[in-house]
């Protein structure tokens, strides 16, 4: 992922020598070479391991090990790509190598090394998901202690709490139960693992629901302010250019970080319906971590980004 901020290693040892027209001997050269390569290496792992320090980064990058594999998975047991393992390995034969042709599996899909790694990574995200009503219930208090102005985005704030809340409890209870730790029996009289699944979804998609007039909401607030503030600002001067400049800074980022919310919660939208539904919706098995991945790729780029600043 392109990173402008990434500031360079390897430049300026080059820079100093071209400035100087001085040759350094093979084994300094090749020296210097693997310093930088070492540097550049240990900004990009300590870069990671921020990234890894906080829980919202763990759970961005295990959904993107999660999606990903998932991705490369069905794509290497599609028919157009064995179809291109093929038509290779015939002109590698034709050129004089001989290479056995490309056989479509036997095993289960399930079975595969990129779907076992997916599961590994989903399972792993059920796992540090089961503390996830401890920031929900930081949430809601700090909604009751700091209620957002206007009535409509408090009201929409409490309902989303309660939605996450309903979500993340029948998730843990269907996952423990699932792995032997919550009475099956119990759960089984009250519909089983299943059930508890799909309707902890259903508490998910509620967020979602009511995200997309959380949004609404602010676009019309927002659209209101700057109006208010159109209308009240006298004639620019040159001293206040530079707060005015700010203020537009300020708006196109909050313009930018709404599109972003609303193109995920538009993508995450028709995959929870289709969890919710029993049958579902009719959304291919193959195409789930490809959007899964575009709902949150931004999440990724931003948090990344973010690693650079600190």
């Known amino acids: 992922m392109p990173d402008p901020k990434h500031p360079p290693t390897s430049s300026s040892p080059t820079s100093s020598n071209h400035a100087g027209n001085v040759s350094l001997p093979a084994g300094k050269s090749d020296r210097a070479q693997l310093l930088a390569a070492l540097a550049a290496t240990d900004v990009t792992i300590r870069r990671i391991d921020q990234l890894l320090s906080t829980a919202d980064g763990q759970e961005t990058v295990l959904a993107t090990i999660n999606y990903v594999s998932s991705i490369l998975h069905h794509l290497s047991a599609s028919a157009p790509w064995i179809a291109l393992q093929t038509r290779l390995s015939l002109l590698t034969r034709l050129s004089g190598r001989q290479l056995p042709l490309p056989q479509p599996s036997k095993s ?63 998730e843990n209870v269907a996952y423990l139960a699932e792995k032997g730790v919550v009475s099956r029996r119990w759960v089984d009289k009250y519909g089983g693992v299943d059930k508890w699944y799909i309707w902890s979804t259903r508490g998910w998609f509620g967020h979602i629901f009511f995200q997309f007039f959380v949004l609404w909401r602010k676009s019309v607030l927002r659209r209101r302010r700057v109006a208010a503030q159109r209308a009240a600002a006298p004639a620019t001067a040159g001293s206040e250019k530079n707060a005015k400049a700010e203020d537009d800074e300020s708006l196109r980022l909050e313009v930018r970080a709404w599109r972003k919310s609303l193109v995920n919660n538009a993508i995450w939208a028709p995959l929870c319906i289709h969890w919710c539904l029993e049958k579902g919706i009719g959304i291919p098995e193959h195409l789930i971590g490809l959007l899964s991945f575009f709902a949150g790729v931004w999440g990724l780029r931003d948090a990344w980004a973010a690693t650079a600043k600190a």
């Open 108 to 170: 289960a899909p399930s079975k595969s090394k990129l779907a076992a790694l997916s599961s590994v990574a989903s399972e792993t995200r059920y796992n540090l998901r089961l503390f996830g009503l401890l920031p929900l219930w930081i949430w809601g208090s700090d909604i009751l202690k700091s209620p957002p102005a206007d009535p409509i985005l408090h009201a929409l704030a409490h309902l989303q709490v309660v939605s996450n809340v309903i979500y993340q409890l029948l």
